[in-house]
Every structure is written in structure tokens, then in C-alpha cells.
């Protein structure tokens, strides 16, 4: 299948209540998967570290789109990103994540970057001979780098719309959570043996919760469920209030100051495209990050942060939040583990989405469809945050934009 033209996406252009489910192929091929590094991962804006990580003098390494780069802060604070490679010959500057100081050293012939990645070192080699050589001319590649809330995003491709276009409304949607400031305080690494999309549409629908996430249900109850979504590459939904019934371990930390009554009340679960998964609460965050490994696993890049006013969470504070998330995460890796195994070997074919429950799942269909094809659009959003397809109420504290 020419995954490059549209008749491939035909079952994915449908409208809501007639669009299909994407083919087995798309979780399983590697040839898919292959094309797909490079049409999606390749042209979009991905994350790759969070704000906090990425301080002067150290260096991270990371991949987009089968390509290492390199990220790091000049000397006014300022982000750079580099392709992973010296002007020389191509060695690759760093295995992985290191301190490099005020220079950015190439470990073979010692060819030496500032921090904005002009050359500024080339032993023993202009007194070799060599002729017409500028090292203005031999700077490292720069790759786009740019930051929204607690997130560093990178875009290989120059010609892909700024990351400002890319959240669309989301820095003002949650402009009053203040996430920039947040910080780190717990990351973990998991191995799912599932492709990343599984995972993707698993947190963007609650289809599932009652007979997968009894517990979850509770303090994320199906009727408190209200649309999220504006104009923007991401699908959202939010729950409103964030707890119920008799678990409280989402509220179990005192919440951030400064925010507004729909924010210190709700949750927000975020699946910026093509793959991060934000859930933010009035006194946490939780990213998970899913980076491709093959068509049938996934390593998911686990956080948690807190906002800056709770500087001193004790550990049982923060103990059954975390307990929590990984109670719940558990059973989405079981399901979507199930899920993956099903799409391999259970001779799938195109099945049908619920539009009630599985609207985000056919926005988020239709972005990939557009980076598959070519089309560098971003959906628009919803008229406000009670649409009939989620909660059977009308929110109580919908999001009301900035003036």
C-alpha cells in the first residue's frame, strides 16, 4: 500500500460516525514503521527532554526520527540543538548524555564548538596545508529546537510550522498552571511491548476505563469527562471535578498556587501529536513519553513533576500519587500489550470507532494521515468544552480563553 496517497487513509477521512479504525498493518509493519520515522517523526515537533534537564554546561543526547541530535544552553540560557555529527568527518560528539562545559569537543580529532556551534577549535590542522578553509564555514548543523510548559521539542524538517502553531491554544489554556517553573522529581523508563499509537489512543479514550481501571474510575469518573480540545495538534479531554467517591491520591499533595477555579479542580489529559502524553493536575504533572523502538515496542520515557510552591513534598505525600500512576499504568501496558498481540496474529481488519468515546482516536488518525500524505495543517478545535460526545452534562467549569 502507497501509504504516501490518500486512498490509503479513506477509512480514516470518513466523517466521526462512519470512519474505520486504522489497519493491523500500520501497529505491525515494519516497512510502515520504517516510512513512518521518517514522515512523521522526521517532520514533526518532538519532544525530547524536559525544560529542567537541559542546563549550561551539560549536553543531552537524543533521537528523532532514527537521527541523534545533540541539545544543550548557550551562554545566555538559550536552547541550541545540533545534528550529532563533527564537521570533520562525522564522528558523533556524543554517546550519550555528558558534561561538556563551555565547548562542545568532537572525542576523535579534538575539533572544538562553542555553544551556539560555531567552530572555534582545530588542532594541528590549519599549519597542515589545507587551503580556503573558513571555519565560519564549519559550524554543526542546527536543528529546531523550542520549549512549551514543562516540555523541549525538537523538528528536524525547516519547513514544518513553528511549535507556537503546533500546541496551538494550549499555552493559554494552561497559562495559569505556570508550567515552565515546575520541576523534576521522579523519572522512570519502561519497555511496552506494543507500538507507541496503541499506547497514544489507550490514554486519549475512556472507553475502556470501567472494566480496565476499576480504581481510576473513581477519581476520574465516565460522567465527569468533558472535551478539551482547541485548535491545536493534540487531543484532549479534561475531568472536572479531578476527584470522587473514596480515593484520594490524586489530591494527596497540597496543589499549586495561583490557579484559577477551573484549573484547581480539574484534570487535563493531553496527547500531543505524534508522542507525548501529558496528564496535568492542580498538584502534579505526569509525562510519558513514547519513543519508537520497532513496530511492536515502545520505550516510555516516564515524570513527575511538581509545581514550584510545594518545594518540600514529604515522600508519603508523594508516595500513593505515584503508586497510583504506576497501578494504572500497569494496566494499560497489560491492554495494550493485548491489544498488540491481537493485531499481530488475530488477522485484524478495520473495525469501527464509537464517536461518543473515541472522537480524539479519529483526530488523532487524521494527523498522522496528513504527515503520511504531506499536509502540514493543524485541526480545529472544539466550540467549548461540553460537546455531547463526552460528559452527559454540561461542564461546570468549562476552560474560558483569555481576552
Excluded at 261 to 288: E, K, Q, T, W, Y
Excluded at 332 to 343: F, K, P
Excluded at 359 to 380: Q, T
Aim: proline share 7%; aromatic share 10%.
Amino acid at each position: 500500500m502507497d501509504w504516501a496517497d490518500e486512498t490509503a487513509w479513506a477509512g480514516t477521512r470518513k466523517p466521526l460516525a462512519e470512519a474505520q479504525s486504522l489497519p493491523a498493518a500500520c501497529y505491525t509493519d515494519p516497512a510502515f514503521f520504517d516510512l513512518e520515522q521518517q514522515r512523521v517523526f522526521g517532520t514533526s515537533w518532538v519532544p525530547v527532554a524536559l525544560v529542567d534537564q537541559v542546563v549550561q554546561g551539560r549536553m543531552l543526547v537524543r533521537q528523532v526520527g532514527g537521527t541523534s541530535i545533540v541539545l544543550t544552553r548557550n551562554g545566555d540560557g538559550e536552547l541550541r540543538g545540533f545534528l550529532n555529527s563533527c564537521r570533520h568527518r562525522g564522528t558523533e560528539l556524543a554517546e550519550g548524555d555528558c558534561e561538556i562545559g563551555n565547548t562542545i569537543r568532537c572525542p576523535y580529532h579534538r575539533w572544538g564548538y562553542n555553544l551556539d556551534g560555531t567552530l572555534i577549535s582545530t588542532p594541528r590542522f590549519a599549519e597542515a596545508g589545507v587551503e580556503d578553509f573558513d571555519p565560519a564555514d564549519y559550524g554543526l548543523h542546527q536543528v529546531r529546537v523550542d520549549q512549551w510548559g514543562v516540555l523541549i521539542f525538537a523538528c528536524l524538517d525547516p519547513t514544518t510550522m513553528p511549535l507556537e502553531d503546533w500546541v496551538g491554544d494550549l499555552p493559554d489554556r494552561t497559562a495559569s498552571y505556570r508550567l515552565q517553573e515546575w520541576r523534576t522529581v521522579e523519572t522512570r523508563d519502561i519497555e511496552i511491548k506494543a507500538n507507541w499509537k496503541l499506547i497514544s489512543e489507550n490514554f486519549q479514550e475512556y472507553y475502556h476505563l470501567a472494566w480496565v481501571h476499576p480504581e481510576l474510575a473513581k477519581v476520574s469518573r465516565v460522567e465527569d469527562h468533558y472535551r478539551y480540545q482547541g485548535p491545536g495538534m493534540y487531543c484532549g479531554q479534561t475531568t472536572t471535578p479531578v476527584s470522587g467517591d473514596d480515593r484520594d491520591d490524586w489530591v494527596a499533595m497540597p496543589p499549586a498556587e495561583g490557579l484559577n477555579d477551573s484549573d484547581g479542580s480539574s484534570a487535563r489529559f493531553l496527547a500531543i501529536f505524534p508522542n507525548v502524553l501529558v496528564s496535568i493536575l492542580p498538584n502534579h504533572v505526569f509525562v510519558m513519553v513514547l519513543n519508537p523502538v520497532a513496530p511492536g515496542v515502545t520505550l516510555e520515557s516516564c515524570a513527575f513533576l511538581l509545581p514550584p510552591t510545594t518545594p518540600d513534598v514529604p515522600e508519603e505525600g508523594f508516595a500513593s500519587t505515584r503508586s497510583f500512576w504506576f497501578d494504572v499504568n500497569d494496566e494499560d501496558i497489560d491492554i495494550v500489550e493485548a491489544g498488540q498481540r491481537g493485531l499481530e496474529r488475530g488477522g485484524f481488519t478495520q473495525g469501527r470507532l464509537s464517536p461518543r468515546f473515541e472522537e480524539p482516536l479519529h483526530r488523532f488518525h487524521n494527523m498522522l494521515a496528513d504527515r503520511f500524505v504531506g499536509l502540514d495543517r493543524v485541526p480545529g478545535g472544539d466550540p467549548n468544552d461540553h460537546e455531547p460526545r463526552l460528559g452527559t452534562n454540561a461542564n461546570p467549569l468549562p476552560y474560558i480563553a483569555s481576552q
